[in-house]
């Protein structure tokens, strides 16, 4: 996958239809899963098996062909995000808890109304 360090290790995440990898850096653990070649329901279900790794020092990177707008009102009581236009016409979307979620989000719900 483009725009991983060297040392990111694959790992082995529940629920997962793509690979995802790990490194640290800096004290911060980010998780990294690319989707951009991927149709619904698959984004949506990685960035929910993604976002159940993550806590306060950790993030979570998304790659995807366009920005997953169903996603964003499923998760946004616990987690914040911002989005990043790549070069290549894909998008980055960083992923973080926030400090005092309610820890709201439905895991169980990775399908998209829209």
């Not at 990111?8 to 653990?29: C, H, M, P, R, S």
């Not at 159940?52 to 020092?57: A, I, K, P, Q």
């Not at 009581?77 to 989000?105: C, H, Q, W």
């Given at each position: 996958?483009?725009?991983?360090?060297?040392?990111?290790?694959?790992?082995?995440?529940?629920?997962a239809t793509?690979?995802?990898?790990?490194?640290?850096?800096?004290?911060?653990?980010?998780?990294?899963?690319?989707?951009?070649?991927?149709?619904?329901?698959?984004?949506?279900?990685?960035?929910?098996?993604?976002?159940?790794?993550?806590?306060?020092?950790?993030?979570?990177?998304?790659?995807?062909?366009?920005?997953?707008?169903?996603?964003f009102a499923?998760?946004?009581?616990?987690?914040?995000?911002?989005?990043?236009?790549?070069?290549?016409?894909?998008?980055?979307?960083?992923?973080?808890m926030k400090?005092?979620?309610?820890?709201?989000?439905?895991?169980?719900?990775?399908?998209?109304?829209?």
């Amino acid at each position: 996958m483009d725009l991983l360090p060297e040392f990111a290790q694959k790992i082995n995440v529940e629920g997962a239809t793509v690979d995802f990898f790990k490194y640290i850096k800096d004290g911060l653990t980010t998780y990294q899963f690319d989707t951009s070649k991927c149709g619904p329901p698959d984004p949506m279900v990685n960035a929910m098996a993604g976002l159940r790794l993550l806590d306060e020092n950790s993030q979570l990177f998304m790659i995807n062909h366009k920005s997953p707008g169903g996603l964003f009102a499923k998760i946004e009581d616990e987690f914040e995000y911002a989005i990043l236009d790549l070069p290549n016409g894909m998008v980055k979307v960083i992923f973080r808890m926030k400090k005092g979620g309610v820890g709201s989000t439905d895991f169980s719900s990775s399908c998209c109304a829209g």
